[in-house]
């Protein structure tokens, strides 16, 4: 089945500590992208990838980075997490031109920073 | 700069009703606007509308374009309970999105 796998689902984690979020997809798309989704503000690009070892920052990267050493993965890492990075995190992908046509998201992270 | 803005930003309606969610953009190089449905995980592609005019359909709901007016409608006739989710709109820019803030629907039963 195609899709984009995320994990975790769930995280709650202090201030401070160092995590990732695992993001996977098994279509060979070359665009990958991270998005966070807060309440009254929509969806907003974290950062974004048109292939293997390109990155590029979207609208909101203070406080993540991002990695992508080969084309199924998209590792978002939150080094210093601090609280108003609670949100619900998206994972997204589509083929490299043909993102007018949607992108295919994952289930999405609920994060919580206290 | 570019935004999409979307009405109601809630509504609440009983099964059997016909609603219309409204969705108005202001995108340099505009090429289409797409809408999702979300429940309780991850967005769902509904449609992509690219021409004027042109209704896209899908069972009891449908969509159109006014890239005059510079907005779209998502109609939803005969709601039933499942219809309940946040619909977005979304507008592509690059390889980037500009995401409305959503309609939440709720259908009582």
């Known amino acids: 089945e195609a899709q984009v796998t995320q994990n975790p689902r769930y995280l709650i984690t202090v201030t401070g500590k160092k995590l990732t979020v695992t993001c996977s997809q098994n279509?060979?798309?070359?665009?990958m992208s991270w998005y966070r989704q807060d309440p009254g503000l929509g969806l907003r690009q974290i950062y974004y990838?048109?292939?293997?070892?390109?990155?590029d920052k979207g609208d909101v990267p203070e406080g993540y980075k991002v990695s992508r050493k080969e084309k199924r993965n998209f590792p978002l890492i939150l080094e210093s997490p601090s609280p108003n990075q609670t949100s619900l995190y998206f994972c997204a992908s589509s083929t490299w031109g043909q993102a007018d046509y949607g992108y295919t998201f994952g289930s999405g992270t609920r994060l919580t920073v206290v | 700069e570019d935004k999409v803005v979307q009405s109601p930003l809630s509504l609440v309606v009983h099964e059997g009703d016909t609603v219309t969610l409204n969705c108005s953009y202001e995108?340099?190089?505009?090429?289409?606007l797409l809408w999702y449905k979300q429940e309780k995980k991850a967005p769902t592609f509904l449609f992509m509308l690219?021409?004027?005019?042109i209704e896209k359909k899908s069972g009891r709901l449908s969509s159109i374009l006014d890239k005059k007016e510079l907005f779209s409608i998502l109609n939803i006739t005969a709601t039933q309970t499942g219809d309940s989710a946040v619909y977005l709109c979304?507008?592509?820019?690059?390889?980037?999105?500009?995401f409305g803030p959503g309609t939440r629907l709720s259908v009582l039963p």
């Open positions: 990838s048109m292939n293997v070892e390109v990155t």
């Open positions: 279509m060979n798309h070359e665009y």
């Open positions: 979304a507008v592509p820019y690059g390889q980037n999105f500009v």
């Open positions: 995108v340099t190089n505009f090429r289409s």
């Open positions: 690219t021409s004027s005019g």
